[in-house]
């Protein structure tokens, strides 16, 4: 069983910081993608960062590039996102997604994702 649980959302003020962890278990996760998807209210899904848990690559929506990083901790097989330079369009809440273990390709389409947690919210106040 496959389980991910997102935690670190909260209340922050434009300009801040938050990292958000999604704890994995129930397997290795060598051969998956990692993902984080955000969804505001009357949005759609939307793709914010990816990484390849076992080569590392990273990749980004344009949206988070260059103030957001995603990494993984294989010892505490944790995917973190840390969000620097928070905007109020930021607000939604935050899904971790897990891939696999086939080869995800299209790495930004939520349904190349079979596993998701719960979601953590995040909101930026100006």
């Known amino acids: 069983q496959v389980q991910l649980v997102e935690s670190g959302g909260g209340l922050v003020q434009a300009g801040g910081s938050l990292r958000l962890a999604c704890a994995a278990s129930?397997?290795?996760?060598?051969?998956?993608?990692m993902a984080w998807f955000r969804q505001a209210p009357g949005k759609e899904r939307e793709f914010v960062a990816a990484?390849?848990?076992?080569?590392?690559?990273?990749y980004y929506a344009d949206s988070a590039k260059g103030r957001f990083t995603t990494s993984r901790d294989n010892n505490k097989s944790t995917v973190y996102l840390q969000m620097n330079s928070l905007k109020p369009e930021d607000t939604a809440v935050y899904y971790c997604?897990?891939?696999?273990?086939?080869?995800?390709?299209?790495?930004?389409?939520?349904?190349?994702?079979?596993?998701w947690g719960q979601g953590t919210q995040v909101t930026v106040s100006s």
């Open positions: 997604a897990a891939g696999g273990p086939y080869y995800v390709v299209s790495y930004s389409n939520p349904r190349e994702y079979n596993y």
């Open positions: 129930g397997r290795t996760f060598n051969s998956y993608a």
């Open positions: 990484i390849r848990w076992g080569s590392g690559n990273t």
